[in-house]
């Protein structure tokens, strides 16, 4: 396959993706013409968490694998779609498909990041201070572009990608760590996935029923963290086998990317430490809220969502508290207050940010 102008432009620079990483499509400028150098520098480091992450994974158990190997390397495709979503093809070899739309969206957010740090960074940080929490404009002002940019693309077929903000110097560290480490998230998803095709089917099906139970004690005794009406509809809709079926892939995945955000941060290895576990709860948190957002757009702009094939947000973030709770042996209460305090303030935050954001559109359309 001839090289698009995105790798020529790399390739000149002698730049080149691992082999196992392929790049599909081109990217161009709204009139047509190749992006810059610089323009293509950055999208570069966009897709370079991802190259890493799926060059050369460890396998902690060969034996669990159909052909035992220490480390795998997927086939990953990176595609210039701006469609802020991934995906795992399940056949013979299975395939990863990232689509930079998924990535720029991380990448567009820097003031958010920038202000979940300094709030949760505040000494003494208290429930009370989360609750009287209004959003500043400029964190508002990077959603609406966000949106915007994702109704741009989303108009062109999601042809074109937009990366909507960009970080100032001295939010380039942080932001950095907070894309890199959400790009880790959204591979780790797919990966999970893509080990339906390497696993023994007996090794698959046992991590796939131990989920599906998993999901069910949910269904009968969550009470924290999502409404009882809200609950009831839920339980009739996973009385469809298929659907409890989506949902456990889906909440599984979920559980898989954390593990691998978390095993990728400590290089290799796993961590109990409080403060490598915080930045991984802050990660996955901030995940499920940025789904909610995408949720609200599709909800704006008349595209799909369908709870059938996934978990909507708020059920993925209730599902994920409940089986780590179980993991550590610890009620979701307590776990909720000792281990995900962190995630708990970024959801809060974000909630703030999101409700803010929609009360604002509202307000526009009734102008």
Not at 202 to 209: L, M, P, Y
């Amino acid at each position: 396959m001839p090289r698009s102008s995105f790798e020529e432009m790399l390739a000149e620079r002698l730049i080149f993706f691992p082999k196992n990483v392929s790049i599909h499509g081109d990217v161009r400028q709204m009139d047509g013409t190749p992006v810059d150098p610089e323009m293509a520098m950055y999208l570069m480091h966009l897709m370079r968490p991802v190259a890493q992450a799926t060059e050369r994974i460890v396998v902690p158990d060969p034996s669990t694998m159909t052909n035992p190997q220490r480390h795998v390397s997927p086939k990953t495709i990176l595609t210039f779609s701006g469609m802020p979503n991934a995906e795992t093809r399940i056949d013979v070899e299975g395939t990863l498909t990232i689509h930079l739309g998924m990535l720029a969206a991380f990448a567009s957010l820097p003031a958010t990041f920038e202000l979940l740090h300094s709030v949760i960074d505040t000494p003494d940080l208290q429930w009370s201070h989360l609750q009287t929490f209004k959003p500043p404009e400029n964190v508002l002002a990077e959603v609406d572009r966000l949106m915007a940019a994702w109704d741009a693309s989303a108009k062109s077929g999601w042809q074109h990608v937009r990366v909507s903000s960009f970080p100032t110097d001295s939010q380039f560290g942080l932001y950095r760590k907070m894309s890199d480490g959400m790009a880790h998230l959204v591979t780790g998803h797919e990966l999970t996935h893509w080990f339906e095709t390497v696993y023994r089917p007996s090794e698959w099906e046992r991590r796939i029923a131990e989920t599906k139970s998993d999901v069910q004690r949910w269904l009968g005794e969550e009470t924290l963290l999502m409404r009882p009406q809200v609950m009831s509809r839920l339980r009739g809709l996973l009385q469809d086998p298929e659907v409890l079926d989506n949902w456990t892939h889906e909440v599984h995945a979920d559980c898989g990317a954390f593990d691998f955000l978390h095993a990728s941060s400590t290089h290799g290895g796993w961590s109990q430490s409080a403060k490598k576990l915080q930045r991984s709860f802050i990660l996955i948190a901030l995940l499920f809220s940025l789904l909610t957002l995408l949720e609200i757009f599709n909800q704006m702009t008349g595209g799909e969502v369908s709870v059938k094939t996934h978990p909507p947000a708020s059920a993925r973030r209730a599902l994920f508290v409940h089986i780590q709770a179980r993991r550590c042996g610890m009620s979701e209460q307590e776990f909720l207050l000792k281990q995900f305090g962190a995630g708990v303030a970024v959801g809060a935050l974000m909630d703030a940010i999101i409700g803010t954001y929609v009360n604002l559109v509202e307000s526009r359309m009734r102008r």
